[in-house]
């Protein structure tokens, strides 16, 4: 379980305050008039993106046209799709088809950056939610926030409204995740190889994905997260892949998976990325993209 109230290292806030390349809004005069706290900027995001699989939920249908969406990468791209389908300011919310189409990927990374943007250190976390489907642990991103009282602090975008709230029987704050609700990659790898959790209980249950391997694939993905490279949930390289682990890769995945669920400390979370070519984000990765198929991508990093 995290050690959300683990004290900061000295860069390790302007680290997270600063943009990557995939955060960074671009055209600031979006952003004009829009809220800092952590909660009105959850709201503010829900109102501007849809998942791109909850269309029945709020009454549409997603075009077919619009289903590549969630291959948008950077959130200055996302946020020009918001104003080019609505040229109104961003704190006014759109209507449900006029809503950027994304995943939850999405929800995190643009809480992400605007949190970054008006002064709150933040950075995306991948794993697993238990509270969509029971019995179940579905993958999924959200934001973590600093908060000086409470320490890193899980929000989750996607949830703030009530047709949301209500569907799935959400109960607690989305603004304060419990760590027990949402299990970072690094609490699910170890549940599964040393606390007797199913791993077929963790992955994508209406895609029939699941297993060990996901797992495995969301541990390396969320320490590229941690160290802002916010890839898309469906990108793969090196370890985040490979089928079968000697023992020296499942000893790097415990290490990694120990500093996941502790938060940090961020110099060792910097150290495992940077100095293990298996964990680190290369330029080019393969995509397995959901409509588009098998790609290989420059992500620019």
């Known amino acids: 379980m995290a050690d959300a109230r683990q004290a900061l290292e000295a860069d390790e806030p302007s680290f997270y305050l600063t943009h990557s390349v995939f955060s960074d809004p671009g055209d600031l005069s979006r952003l004009d008039g829009i809220p800092s706290a952590p909660g009105e900027l959850a709201r503010l995001v829900r109102d501007l993106l849809v998942h791109r699989e909850e269309g029945p939920l709020f009454g549409f249908t997603l075009p077919e046209h619009r289903k590549n969406e969630a291959e948008t990468r950077y959130v200055s791209a996302i946020l020009r799709i918001i104003t080019e389908m609505d040229e109104r300011p961003l704190t006014v919310a759109r209507a449900p088809g006029k809503r950027f189409a994304g995943t939850c990927r999405d929800f995190a990374l643009v809480l992400c950056s605007l949190l970054r943007s008006t002064g709150t250190p933040a950075r995306i976390r991948c794993g697993f939610a238990t509270y969509f489907v029971p019995g179940r642990n579905e993958d999924h991103w959200v934001a973590e926030y600093w908060d000086r009282d409470k320490g890193w602090t899980l929000v ?146």
């Open 156 to 301: 989750d975008a996607q949830l703030p409204t009530p047709r949301v709230m209500d569907t799935f029987k959400i109960s607690f704050d989305p603004v304060d995740v419990p760590r027990d609700r949402f299990l970072v990659a690094g609490d699910a790898w170890r549940a599964c190889r040393h606390e007797g959790a199913d791993p077929a209980t963790f992955g994508v249950s209406f895609l029939n994905l699941s297993g060990l391997d996901f797992v495995q694939g969301n541990v390396v993905r969320d320490l590229a997260a941690l160290n802002k490279v916010e890839v898309l949930p469906w990108d793969g390289w090196n370890l985040s892949e490979r089928v079968h682990l000697d023992e020296t890769d499942a000893r790097l995945l415990d290490a990694v998976a120990e500093a996941e669920s502790r938060g940090g400390p961020f110099s060792r979370l910097r150290h495992l990325f940077l100095a293990n070519p298996g964990l680190r984000t290369p330029r080019t990765i393969t995509s397995y993209t959901t409509y588009s198929g098998v790609r290989t991508v420059d992500i620019g990093v």
